[in-house]
């Protein structure tokens, strides 16, 4: 299982058809670093475009969501079966924002899991608490509960991702502290530690996300706890994302 650092962009419902085109471009003429693996998550309707665009120079693509079922009368929802039909390896599943706008019972987020794994896609689940969450102490609780429907039995041997992101730090630019993200990043590997054995526990990389820029990317990635970042608005402008990708990597030489 790859221990590489994952950097993730995160398009949400942005970018076009030229933007593939200028990533393509701008991530050509350098050598990704073999400490980080790349993934650009955008639109589903470009994926197919981006997969064949950055296949050939390393980038992975994703999806930002997916149904719980394969098919069905499910207007407007793609599977993950259509995900990686069209070249997708990941799927984030849970982020907050769908969490606020669509909300949908705990039991869909693993369902959604479990379809993705058997489609061959890694799941990146995120989990993160509230302001007043945050203020009052909640935190750990928080994380706890909404960690708790995703850590099942079939997941112990399968490879997944945990994306640890305080919704008042998304789309904010206000990022949580050094401390703040190492606390809970060690929360939530004692919490997957006390389900799964230690092996299959330590596998599991936990990515933080939440106003990750150029300026702060370094100083959060050389955390050892820290296995990546999924990276929002930074992620579309071609030149801050790769930025981010090379000072990350020089500074884990
Ligand atoms: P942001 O978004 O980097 O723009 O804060 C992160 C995310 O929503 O995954």
């Not at 995160?10 to 970018?15: A, E, F, Q, R, Y």
């Not at 050509?28 to 073999?34: F, P, Q, R, T, V």
Request: net charge negative.
């Amino acid at each position: 299982m790859s221990q590489r650092k994952l950097i993730a962009g995160n398009w949400k419902m942005n970018g076009n058809i030229n933007l593939i085109e200028t990533f393509a471009d701008t991530f050509s003429k350098i050598n990704l670093a073999d400490k980080i693996e790349v993934l650009i998550c955008p639109p589903f309707s470009y994926l197919e475009k981006a997969y064949g665009a950055f296949k050939e120079i390393g980038i992975s693509v994703g999806a930002q969501d997916c149904h719980h079922e394969i098919y069905g009368a499910h207007t407007g929802n793609v599977s993950s079966k259509m995900v990686k039909e069209c070249g997708g390896s990941y799927v984030i599943i849970g982020h907050s924002e769908r969490r606020d706008f669509y909300p949908e019972e705990d039991k869909y987020f693993s369902e959604k899991v479990l379809r993705s794994i058997e489609c061959d896609l890694i799941p990146i689940i995120c989990v993160g608490e509230n302001l007043h969450e945050r203020n009052t102490n909640k935190t750990e609780t928080t994380l706890k509960n909404q960690l708790e429907p995703f850590l099942i039995r079939e997941l112990e041997k399968i490879e997944f991702v945990i994306a640890y992101e305080p919704k008042w730090a998304i789309g904010t630019g206000k990022i949580a502290s050094i401390d703040q993200i190492n606390s809970a990043h060690n929360f939530i590997r004692n919490t997957i530690s006390k389900k799964y054995n230690g092996e299959a526990a330590g596998e599991k990389r936990i990515i933080y996300g939440g106003s990750v820029k150029p300026n702060n990317c370094v100083e959060i990635l050389n955390s050892k706890v820290v296995d990546g970042a999924l990276i929002g608005g930074a992620s579309l402008n071609s030149k801050d994302f790769l930025s981010i990708i090379e000072d990350v990597s020089k500074s884990l030489n």
